[in-house]
């Protein structure tokens, strides 16, 4: 046994594969446990036996493979990656298990294969099983049917797919094998208990006794339907279902309802084989059915007859046998073979099914006028034939013929088609038999049941009975109005009758069915209520109805059931409810009807009717009008009334006042009485006589109103047209039409008889009389309101210029929509309007397409034009169809009827000539116009071979293909391309074009459907194979379609579509459904119907207004005007009313899209992170894009579907760009109102307006710019800063828009950009404008060169991205630039940097070439002459550049420091041009008012530019005055917010009064919090002022200067120690670094600034801690590579060395040997000297040699004497010229140069100068004047405002601060004064003086003493000025004379960049205090 104990110790899936069967038997045993013990289905465990199962099963050792089985029965009963094993398991299952002899190991292999069904892998299981029955071995044969017929009984039909187990049924039941044959029966009885009758068929062939026996079998069978016994997986709730039914016991009838879906209802046909006949036909059929002799005729159709008895048949192409079978059954003159066709042609449709649908249209009139034939036998067979050939089709599609033959003269042919109508109605449903085609039926079968010959009649009366019973009375009543009692009656015991094809229900039953649709989700009391009521009604009014011909001829009361009845509210065509009940009245004699005047009127009233004299006339009138107004509805005669008024003189009345009288009352009698069309008859042909005068014109207008209100518009206006044009008034005419226009606005469209109108408009428009004319074309433009574009096809033949005055109008009305009815809604009830009302409108344009006169150019299709057309020769070929477009062209509109035509044209489309088949293609075009949505029936034999040529490999076929498909879709509609099998094939073959283009119009078109035919599913398996597709245009198309595809079908369906695909291909789809599951947009709800019918941008009548709506149902939430715009988007507001009106309060608005007072952007908590974070991790695409594919837009309506207001959205996304606008203004309404909602949304607002960019329409751009203005405006009042994301999906693209062509659009967009950088840094922002200007446009580069300029212009330096020396070589490049604009704008720019920045310019461009070059110092030049030029600019162009953050907000900001800082410039930049003064904080405006109220008078004094000789340059610097006082103390109190306290606290810090001002800032720095919240920018500014106020001179100068000076240094100290300290520190490094960097910085700044330092290492044991050491170690590490070691011992002190050392010991010795980890900020440590540094501290062997400062500096001029004396002089002076040139060493250059010529006064330098540029030689002059000024001691150099130069932008946080970035020289050089002198030079320019001779000049210590330079002036200043500024920009405007108007345009320095507070000129500012103070006194 030692082998054994081997085995033994190994891991169970090793013994699983064990070569000993012991060893395997022990493996399978401990599998079992194990995978009984795992419990999570997904566990890796599972993973390491999915290779072994198979071995498991087909184990060679019986003993071993029944523990294997039951192993692997575990695995796969438990395994998550079971599925996988499916096909190798089930295979070795049937071939190596049901084999076995041991029952148990067959029960086990049964039980493994339902199992793997039971985990969803039936159809795999059924191929092994299928394949296994054709296995030799008649063990597994019986086996596999066994398993097959358990599967069925256990999981259903609907599980187990019967088709291809029949299909093996006949070849079993042949087998030698008896237990085969037994066992092939039972799966028949099986087989037979699922599917019934419809295994017939299949089984005809087989044994006669075989079948006799299995007939016994099928008889036993039970009758109850079989159910589900086991469940798969995903049918878990099922389950649940059927065993709580059991628990039930096992009732049957429980859950019958339910169970009867869950048992398909098998179709016979779909398990037969198709058969191919038409290759059987004999080979001479064609020439034998056309013979002579009827004989040969004969057998050529019994040879067809025989095929055709197939019950399935092969698809083909049966055009031709279905021509010859019509053409027999047409013409053929022996009534046999008329039958025998008719026969064929049955047994084709039979077979064929859908199939033979393109032929029906062909088939259908030829068999309908053939029952002219009497014989019973042909009758019968044409009767079979088109019955066959109605189920291959729908009504719809054979409606046009079917109507056409209703109107023959023979009887039997009425008859038989009235029967086929009947017949064919059985089979619709409700939605197949909707009102338009019962419209149409409906009005020729009432002509049938008025037939003469009793046989129409009767056959008329069942197709209406059938009608009625199938769309219920609702429906059908309208359209029998006019019906009398008998006939009516006669039609509903019809109806009793009828027994319907689908639901056998009684009719009580099938109106219950009715009412739930109509319904809709009312409380089902109204339901069924409802429902006796429909009945009583169709009873009740029955006699009501007629009662008016009564003797008593008083019409009925309304009675309540009418009204909610559905005889009553099913108005014909949706008007009014209780008035479409018309009234029907006979005519009265006269004397009845004075008897029935008499009895309502007075005596004396009706004596004076017909008086001599017009005033008893009249005074008769005012009685008659008095007795009308007092009647009751009731007991008022209509018609005897008129008839009295109309009694002479009638309407010949002379005296205008009687008639005006009579006029009114007519128009009341008609408002408050029930008045009949009868009645209506008598009045109007007066009033239409009345309508022209000029003085009764008014009050016939009003009558007519009244009546047509009373009997319908439709009818009155037809009537009173006729009358109008019967005469030949011209007045009365062209008043009618106007009356006319008018009425059709109050009363809507719907029902109108548009052809009758138009003939009458065409009588009008070519009338003399041009009023006529004119109210003709008005009238026309008002139907093209409600018509659209169709309206104009009539005029098309009118006379050129009438059709221009035609098109003016339409041109007019383009765009505007139709207003909503007035009138004639339901004025009397509570809504008994119906849907027949929506429908109806809806339908008015194609209405209208159906009017126009149709052509029938059935006769001009000629056999000679179609073999023109079939011609070898392309000529004649091409002659053909030239001939076709022609007759189309001349006939405008046809009918449907083109003989051969369409094959013709089929065989054209696979034309080998392109230009053939693109000439076909344009045909199709004109034809679908042409023939309007009748071409329907021709989409599958003509529209599915189009969609054939989208694979053709040239472009421009397929492009026309594609443009023919929509002209056919868009008048055929969707449904007849999707059903069927066509579309699916064609998406079979593998033509990569055709695929992408199939697919890329499929996924353009279903997102517009409501509903598809269930044969999209046929197109799914293509569509998965499409998704790995070779070609990657074909998988990309499929990607996109897949959410649409998901859309119509589910995502359950897709996912079960992928079962029968590979293993990898299925887990990929899967994937990808998953993805689009994600994306699948909602289906389109029915009001976008409605709109997209909006032809040429008029509404449909279909809206009503909304207030109706709101006096029906109730709702609150419409207002009460017919505000137009909210009854278009309210779409389904006529649905809103309900069916009937007691339903209509249940729901008040049945369409949430009708509530438009919600808030438009809803907040959803945290929606723009999640958004932020999908796109981050890639879950939804990034915004990036050139223009916007359809998936973003399909990905933003998703996004925005959560958060914003469905029908917003709508428009947002509406294809029409006036629905934009709309949108754009209702945002814009919102904006103020929704301030956080918009915030919410704002990353999606922002992408949508990108989208906008993308428009062509100029006005929804200017909408969105203008919308965009008002939004940034809002946005930088609620300081909101824009995120990343929103940037940088929104900036590039608004950059796009500042290249447009229209000026005013550039114009905006510019405005936008500048306020943007409100919002968003603006040093970002120039990265954003820095790509636009590498655009391929020349405008959008030009524009946005300027744009940088103004950037810069305004933010200094440091806005250029990433360094200014990239950003100035990038806009170099443009100088060169081919378009001379752009040149210009790179030109301008430069010089704006140049004036900010001074000549470094030149070094940070680098080389330029030649001609640029010159042309740059060229532009220099002339901008330096032209002194105010620039600044002016600036000021026109850039006023929106304001800021009106107050400036504590954005300090207080946590923002990066650089966007604080370049806020804070722009204050004080731009502070003057303040427009947006309203905008200010009211802490400020609470001051200013009251200085304005005190004192209007103080003006920003600025004394004359001529009073001093030096102060006058300094004259824009000056400190502007403070107007403020000092605040009350109980201010506080007022305030007691935090923000206002701040806001309080920081006005007073720019208090004039200095100690109010320390006081404050030290007040800021006691709150330790508020000191915390300070910026390293902030801190250095802060520091630096400070500094620098205490070394300044003037201070000691005043009296109280020692407190200041000591109440500064206690705030420094404050500051130090209450700040944070990281930042305080760093703030302090950086300070230092500048101070050192400086020339013009004293020494006494950087001994403080050290000072500084040095206590704040003394705080550093305590505060150590909370200091983030890498950031300072950063600062140090830069610091210390600005100053290497070697150049600090250079400094003249020692104290920077000794400084840097004790910090770095301090934080040694603090820290220790973890100092080292925190150098993690540092990019290239290697580098840097710190690293080193602090390891040798860490050593303890400091270096103290180095710390001993160099001080034996030579002199210059000891060592140009050592080298004079080594060299030639000519070496000498190149050598330091060598210097001057060279970056590092300029300044020693110079220094050397001017020692030399003071050693030397003759050498002579001029040769060296010559050949330099003019500005190397202008540099090294100034560079010696100064070195010359210094040496000569004329005063000592020091700058109030030492800030490095560097600094000029923004205050950069330390860690960006690199050297690069100083404008001195890389190597920190310091930077001589001839810098500060040269932007000196141009300030001077700028204010208009001159550059006075060098000699002229103030010595440069008062220059540079004073506040000169206009650098970054510090935070502090700007709190200084910050008042000032808003003060004086007030004032400013007010009074710009020409000082401030300098002032102002001293663009950078300008009036309000105050430099810091220790230039502040303190004297100054008292004086001016005083003199406010004495003002005020």
């Known amino acids: 046994m030692g082998d054994d104990s081997e085995w033994m110790k190994l891991p169970i899936d090793q013994k699983c594969e064990h070569k000993l069967w012991k060893a395997r038997l022990n493996g399978y045993e401990e599998a079992l446990k194990l995978f009984q013990k795992i419990d999570d289905e997904k566990s890796p465990e599972w993973s390491k036996y999915l290779g072994l199962i198979k071995k498991f099963v087909t184990d060679s050792n019986a003993v071993a493979q029944l523990k294997g089985l039951e192993a692997a029965l575990a695995y796969v009963e438990n395994a998550h990656v079971a599925g996988k094993t499916t096909g190798e ?205 009827w004989q040969e005729r004969k057998e050529a159709l019994e040879a067809v007859e025989v095929l055709v008895k197939n019950p399935k048949l092969e698809s083909g192409d049966y055009a031709d046998l279905v021509k010859v079978l019509k053409k027999v059954v047409g013409k053929d003159t022996n009534v046999m073979l008329v039958a025998l066709a008719a026969k064929c042609l049955a047994g084709l449709a039979a077979g064929l099914r859908k199939k033979f649908g393109q032929y029906a249209g062909h088939v259908v009139p030829t068999i309908l006028e053939k029952f002219k034939e009497k014989k019973p036998q042909v009758v019968q067979a044409l009767q079979e034939a088109i019955d066959a050939i109605f189920l291959t089709t729908t009504l719809q599609n054979i409606s046009e013929d079917v109507l056409a033959v209703m109107d023959n003269k023979n009887p039997t042919i009425k008859q038989q088609t009235s029967l086929f109508i009947a017949r064919s109605f059985r089979h619709c449903t409700p939605s197949t038999l909707p009102k338009s085609l019962l419209k149409p039926f409906c009005a020729a079968l009432l002509k049938h049941i008025n037939d003469s010959a009793p046989e129409v009649r ?105 009204a909610a009845a559905g005889v009553g509210g099913a108005g014909a065509k949706g008007k009014k409810g209780p008035e479409t009940k018309e009234i029907f009245e006979s005519e009265l004699s006269i004397e009845v009807c004075e008897e029935k005047a008499a009895a309502v009127l007075p005596a004396s009233c009706i004596q004076q009717l017909d008086s001599g004299n017009w005033k008893e006339r009249l005074a008769c009138m005012e009685e008659f009008q008095k007795a009308v107004e007092l009647m009751e509805r009731s007991e008022m005669p209509c018609q005897a009334l008129v008839r009295m008024l109309a009694k002479k003189p009638g309407w010949k009345e002379t005296n205008f006042q009687v008639m005006q009288m009579k006029l009114h009352i007519v128009a009341l009698i008609a408002q408050k009485g029930n008045f009949s069309k009868t009645s209506a008859q008598v009045v109007l042909d007066g009033l239409v006589d009345k309508v022209g005068d000029v003085k009764c014109g008014s009050n016939a207008k009003e009558a007519m109103t009244a009546i047509a209100e009373a009997c319908q518009l439709p009818w009155t206006a037809e009537q009173v047209v006729a009358m109008a044009f019967s005469q030949k008034n011209p007045k009365n005419q062209s008043e009618t039409l106007n009356w006319l226009s008018n009425a ?200 599915i071979p189009v969609i054939t040529v989208l694979g053709d490999s040239k472009n421009n076929v397929r492009a026309a293909a594609l443009a023919t498909v929509n002209v056919w879709a868009e008048q055929t509609g969707m449904k007849e391309w999707l059903e069927g099998e066509d579309l699916s094939e064609e998406l079979k073959k593998e033509n990569p074009f055709l695929r992408q283009e199939l697919l890329g119009w499929l996924a353009e078109k279903l997102p517009t459907l409501r509903s598809v035919p269930s044969d999209l599913l046929l197109c799914v398996p293509h569509l998965y194979s499409c998704l ?49 599951k994600a994306n699948m947009p909602a289906k389109p709800a029915p009001p976008a119907r409605a709109s997209s019918r909006v032809v040429g941008g008029a509404a449909p009548a279909k809206f009503q207004p909304a207030s109706a709506l709101a006096e029906d149902s109730g709702s609150s939430t419409m207002e009460s005007k017919p505000d137009p715009k909210k009854a278009k988007a309210g779409g389904a507001s006529s649905k809103a009313k309900g069916a009937q009106g007691k339903k209509v309060l249940s729901k008040p608005t049945l369409k949430e899209d009708d509530d438009k007072s919600g808030p438009i952007f809803i907040i959803v908590p945290n929606g723009k992170e999640q958004r932020m974070k999908d796109e981050k991790g890639l879950k939804v695409l990034k915004w990036n894009f050139t223009t916007p594919r359809d998936e973003y837009i399909e990905q933003l309506k998703t996004q925005m579907s959560t958060c914003v207001a469905k029908w917003l959205q709508d428009e947002m ?38 989208l906008r960019f993308f428009d062509t329409n100029t006005s929804v751009l200017m909408k969105a710019l203008e919308y965009l203005k008002l939004l940034f405006n809002l946005l930088s009042q609620e300081e909101y800063h824009l995120t990343e994301n929103e940037a940088s999906s929104f900036i590039p693209y608004l950059v796009l828009k500042v290249g447009e062509p229209k000026d005013v659009i550039r114009k905006d967009v510019r405005a936008i950009l500048n306020r943007m950088c409100l919002i968003y840094p603006a040093s970002k922002m120039f990265t954003f404008i820095m790509e636009g200007t590498k655009s391929k446009n020349s405008k959008q580069r030009a524009e946005c060169l300027e744009e940088l300029g103004c950037l810069v212009e305004s933010y200094g330096m440091n806005v250029c991205q990433p360094t200014p020396g990239k950003a100035l070589k990038e806009m170099a490049t443009h100088i060169g630039d081919r378009d001379n604009t752009v040149r210009n704008a790179a030109l301008n720019t430069i010089v704006t940097v140049y004036n900010v920045y001074g000549d470094q310019v030149f070094k940070l461009i680098g080389n330029l070439s030649e001609k640029d070059m010159s042309m740059l110092e060229e532009r220099i030049k002339r901008s330096a002459k032209r002194p105010s030029a620039a600044p002016v600019r600036q000021v026109e162009e850039k006023p929106q550049r304001t800021q009106n953050i107050s400036a504590n907000a954005s300090m207080m900001r946590k923002g990066p420091a650089e966007d604080m800082s370049s806020k804070l410039n722009q204050n004080r930049n731009m502070g003057s041009h303040s427009e947006t003064t309203h905008t200010v904080p009211r802490e400020f ?102 500094i620098t106020l205490m070394l300044d001179s003037r201070v000691e100068d005043l009296e109280e200067g020692e407190q200041v000076i000591r109440s500064v240094n206690l705030l420094v100290v404050k500051v130090l120690e209450k700040s944070d300290q990281t930042n305080i520190l760093s703030a302090l490094l950086v300070l230092l670094q500048d101070s050192l960097l400086a020339t013009a910085s004293s020494p006494k700044f950087s001994e403080l600034v050290m000072k500084c330092l040095w206590r704040m290492v003394r705080l550093l044991p305590e505060t150590i801690n909370s200091i983030n050491l890498d950031r300072i170690l950063l600062d140090i590490h830069i610091f210390m590579k600005v100053f290497p070691k070697e150049k600090l011992k250079q400094c003249k002190s020692e104290f920077p060395i000794r400084t840097l050392k004790t910090l770095l010991h301090t934080l040694c010795k603090l820290k220790g040997p973890k100092i080292l980890d925190h150098l993690t900020m540092i990019d290239n440590k290697n580098e840097s000297e710190l690293e080193a540094h602090l390891c040798r501290v860490m050593k303890h062997s400091m270096d103290q040699t180095g710390s001993k400062a160099d001080k034996d500096t030579e002199k210059g001029a000891s060592r140009i004497e050592e080298k004079a004396s080594k060299a030639k002089v000519n070496d000498i002076l190149a050598e ?118 060098q000699e002229d000049r103030p010595p440069l210590t008062s220059l540079l003493s004073k506040p000169a330079l206009p650098t970054v002036a510090s935070s502090t200043d700007m709190l200084h000025s910050k008042l000032s500024q808003l003060r004086e920009s007030r004032e400013q405007y007010q009074h710009l004379d020409l000082d401030s108007n300098q002032t102002h345009s001293s663009g950078i320095g300008n009036t309000l960049a105050s430099p810091s507070s220790a230039a502040a000129n303190i004297d100054d500012l008292k004086k001016r205090l005083e003199r406010i103070k004495s003002s005020r006194k």
């Open 1213 to 1250: 996304f509406h294809a029409d760009f006036q629905h934009h606008n709309k949108a754009l203004a209702v945002m814009i309404e919102h904006l103020e109102s929704e301030k956080d909602g918009v915030i919410s949304c704002l990353d999606l607002i922002l992408k949508w307006l990108t």
């Open 1485 to 1586: 405006q609470l001051d200013l008012d009251e200085i304005e109220n005190d004192n209007g008078t103080v003006r920003c004094e600025m004394p004359a530019l001529v009073q001093h000789k030096l102060d006058d340059i300094f004259e824009p610097v000056l400190i502007p005055e403070p107007k403020i006082r000092a605040v009350s103390p109980h201010f506080d109190d007022m305030h007691s917010n935090t923000a206002s306290t701040i806001n309080f606290v920081i006005s007073q810090v720019a208090s004039g009064d200095i100690h109010t001002s320390i006081q404050a800032l030290a007040q800021l720095f006691q709150i330790e919090s508020l000191a915390r919240e300070a910026s390293t920018g902030v801190l250095k500014d802060l520091m630096h002022g400070l």
């Open 89 to 293: 398991v089930a295979s070795g299952v049937v071939n190596k298990v049901f084999n076995q002899p041991k029952a148990r190991a067959k029960e086990l292999g049964l039980d493994i294969c339902l199992m793997y069904i039971e985990i969803e892998k039936g159809e795999a299981v059924q191929e092994e099983l299928l394949k296994g029955l054709d296995n030799k071995n008649p063990k597994i044969i019986v086996a596999c049917i066994e398993t097959l017929r358990k599967a069925l009984s256990e999981f259903g039909s609907k599980i187990i797919s019967l088709k291809p187990i029949i299909k093996v049924l006949p070849k079993l039941f042949e087998s030698r094998e008896k237990a085969v044959r037994d066992e092939a029966k039972l799966l028949a009885v099986e087989i037979y208990r699922w599917i019934r009758d419809a295994l017939r068929p299949p089984l005809q062939n087989i044994n006669s006794v075989q079948l006799k026996e299995l007939e016994e079998e099928w008889v036993k069978v039970s009758s109850a339907a079989p159910k589900q016994t086991r469940f798969l997986r995903s049918q878990q709730e099922l389950k649940a279902k059927f065993e709580q039914q059991q628990a039930a016991g096992g009732d049957a009838d429980g859950g019958a309802d339910d169970e009867e879906e869950a048992v398909p209802q098998v179709d016979a046909y779909e398990l037969l084989e198709a058969v191919e006949i038409l290759s059987k036909l004999p080979k001479d059929f064609y020439e034998k059915i056309e013979a002579k002799k």
């Open 744 to 943: 059709i606005k109050e009363f809507g469209f719907s029902g109108l008889n548009v052809k009758a109108f138009i003939s009458n408009v065409k009588t009008a428009l070519a009338a003399t009389n041009p009023a006529v004319r004119t109210s003709a074309i008005t009238l026309l433009g008002v139907m093209y309101l409600y018509v659209g574009p169709p309206l104009r096809m009539f005029f098309e033949d009118e006379k050129p210029a009438l059709l221009s005055q035609i098109d003016a109008e339409f041109e007019k009305m383009q765009g505007q929509t139709a207003p909503a009815p007035t009138r004639g809604i339901s004025r009397h009830s509570g809504g008994g309007g119906d849907d027949g009302e929506e429908e109806e409108q809806e339908d008015v344009g194609n209405d209208v397409v159906d009017l126009l006169p149709r052509t029938d150019i059935g006769d001009k299709v000629t056999a000679e034009l179609v073999s023109k057309i079939g011609d070898k020769n392309w000529k004649i070929r091409k002659e053909g169809l030239d001939e076709v477009t022609s007759i189309i062209n001349d006939a405008k509109f046809i009918q449907p009827n083109i003989g051969e035509l369409p094959a013709a044209l089929k065989s054209r489309l696979n034309d080998s000539n392109k230009i053939l088949v693109q000439q076909t293609l344009s045909i199709l075009q004109q034809l679908a116009t042409a023939m309007g949505p009748n071409i329907k029936q021709y989409v599958k034999n003509l529209g």
């Open 1776 to 1893: 330091i010229f060598k210097k001057i040139g060279s970056k590092e060493n300029t300044k020693e250059g110079l220094a050397e140069l001017y020692e030399y010529k003071k050693k030397y006064s003759d050498a002579d330098i001029e040769p060296f100068l010559k050949n330099s540029s003019q500005f190397f030689q202008s540099y090294v002059e100034r560079g010696l004047r100064l070195i010359e000024t210094e040496r000569e001691g004329k005063g000592r150099i020091t700058t109030s405002t030492g800030i490095s130069p560097q600094m000029e932008g923004t205050c950069v946080p330390a860690s960006t601060h690199t050297v690069s970035s100083s404008i001195g020289n890389t190597n920190g050089e310091e930077v001589g004064p001839s810098v500060y002198l040269e932007r000196l030079k141009i300030l001077r320019q700028r204010c208009g003086l001159d550059n006075a001779k």
């Open 458 to 562: 009767d056959a008329g009366f069942e197709a209406l009975g059938t009608a009625l019973k199938v769309a219920g009375e609702k429906a059908v009543n309208p359209f029998l109005a006019d019906v009398d009692k008998l006939k009516l009656d006669r039609i509903k015991e019809c109806a009793e009758k009828v027994e319907l094809v689908y639901g056998k229900k009684t009719g009580g039953a099938a109106e219950k069915k009715e009412g739930k649709p109509v319904t809709g989700k009312t409380p089902a009391l109204s339901g069924t209520g409802g429902d006796k009521e429909t009945k009583d009604a169709a009873t009740k009014p029955g006699p009501l109805k007629k009662a008016p011909a009564v003797k008593s001829g008083v019409p009925p009361k309304k009675g309540k059931p009418a």
């Open 1028 to 1076: 790995e597709d070779r070609n990657g245009d074909v998988r990309k198309k499929a990607q996109d379609a897949l959410p649409f595809f998901m859309m119509h079908l589910g995502f359950e369906k897709m996912a079960k579509a992928t079962g029968k695909l590979k293993p990898t291909s299925k887990d990929q789809v899967l994937a990808m459904l998953e993805k689009a």
